[in-house]
């Protein structure tokens, strides 16, 4: 498939909006919570049973439920039938890899987390779903006031929203566009123009030509007054008053950072792609990184990498990932031979050249993207696919 400039490709942009839901759609939305929470729970109940009588898969459909359960009609169908999907999709991924992915769990009221998802279906009468200048058309709720950031382009197709409340009491919707793109034509990759990166417990990243990104210094101090205020609380009876106080405190100043945090991840990620032709980074595992990595932005790392590939690829370019475990840090990038890199700088034993160890190891982790590149170019091995992450963490959503 090569790639000409005039093919299209599917895509989908998520929007994620602040709603401001009166009272009344305020409380549709945790009755609608609650169904869906009530929904699955009874779904996976009878699934084991079922399963356990006669040990075939089978999860009853929402409408089976309706005659005993007259209440789940007062909330948007749409909402229950996607329950029904996304608890399928569970246990697909289970029975697909059940290492990877868990036998699906009932959901519990104090997970704090609630969310409901509807699709949108266009009629001869018009979409059930649709925005407005101030505001969310939605089934049930009717015209949801919300602030929108950015606007959908006249051409994207609203496809489904997911409606959830934040443990601080917060009302988002996220909104999921199908949006027709043209195929970018693709760069070709120059080790002029390329970009190699390591990850940095101080820096977050650093760059082979030796550039380092440092952290916004409020990043570093909210983290701070984060773990001051979890110190405290530790002191504090759990359930007295001053302790509901600072969990209060403590949700709200995590919820900030991690805005923070994706606003700086967003920033720094478009500022590469938009600078570079083609960047190399290790292909280390996104979960294993979520715990490895400390530091300020140790779990923004991750979400770094797969914005940076999505936008990369937004332009025709590449995000090449090299092996995780190829030598990096302790390879001397001048001459190859192994030195100790334990200090932040270290003088190679071989040819004397003095290194940063960070900007060392980038260096390493381009040279080996670009001898990957022209390994794969030369046996004619495609070049997109196999390279490019999964894009879901980049979504707005995700946190
Ligand atoms: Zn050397």
């Known amino acids: 498939m090569a790639g000409k400039s005039t093919e299209t490709t599917a895509r989908y942009t998520t929007i994620k909006v602040r709603l401001y839901p009166t009272p009344e759609q305020a409380g549709l939305f945790e009755k609608t919570f609650g169904c869906c929470r009530w929904l699955w729970n009874r779904m996976l109940a009878d699934q084991q049973r079922f399963y356990l009588e006669t040990g075939a898969h089978f999860i009853p459909t929402p409408a089976k439920y309706k005659t005993a359960a007259p209440f789940l009609k007062e909330v948007d169908n749409q909402a229950l039938i996607q ?74 197709k609203l496809k489904r929203i997911t409606v959830e409340r934040t443990p601080t009491g917060k009302y988002f919707c996220s909104i999921l566009y199908a949006c027709e793109t043209r195929k970018p034509r693709q ?10 990166l390591q990850y940095s417990l101080k820096h977050f990243y650093a760059a082979d030509d030796g550039t380092l ?68 980074m290790r292909a280390d595992n996104l979960n294993d990184m979520k715990t490895a990595f400390g530091g300020p932005l140790g779990s923004g790392y991750g979400m770094f990498r797969e914005c940076l ?62 001898a990957q590149c022209r390994l794969s170019a030369f046996s004619g091995e495609a070049q997109r696919g196999a390279d490019s992450p999964s894009s879901s963490n980049c979504r707005p959503e995700h946190r």
């Open 83 to 156: 329950e029904h999907n996304r608890l399928s999709q569970a246990f697909r991924a289970f029975f697909k890899n059940p290492d990877a992915f868990g036998h699906p769990r009932f959901k519990r009221k104090k997970d704090g987390r609630d969310s409901f998802t509807a699709c949108n279906h266009v009629f001869s009468s018009g979409p059930t779903i649709y925005t407005t200048r101030d505001g969310i058309r939605m089934t049930k709720a009717g015209i949801v006031p919300a602030r929108f950031h950015r606007r959908p382009l006249g051409w994207w």
């Open 187 to 196: 760069v070709p990759v120059t080790p002029e123009r390329t970009l190699g």
């Open 213 to 280: 990104a440092d952290p916004p210094r409020w990043l570093v101090q909210s983290q701070n007054r984060l773990a001051e205020l979890q110190r405290r609380m530790s002191r504090m009876r759990p359930g007295s008053g001053n302790y509901r106080e600072a969990v209060r405190k403590y949700r709200l100043l995590h919820e900030h950072i991690a805005n923070q945090r994706r606003d700086f991840v967003h920033k720094e990620s478009r500022r590469i792609a938009n600078a570079w032709d083609a960047v190399c």
């Open 309 to 370: 590939g999505r936008k990369l690829e937004d332009q025709g370019k590449r995000l090449i990932l090299v092996d995780r475990y190829a030598p990096s840090a302790r390879t001397c990038s001048v001459c190859g031979a192994a030195g100790d890199a334990s200090e932040q700088r270290w003088t190679c034993p071989a040819c004397g050249t003095v290194h940063r160890r960070e900007v060392n190891a980038a260096r390493n982790i381009k040279a080996q993207g670009l």
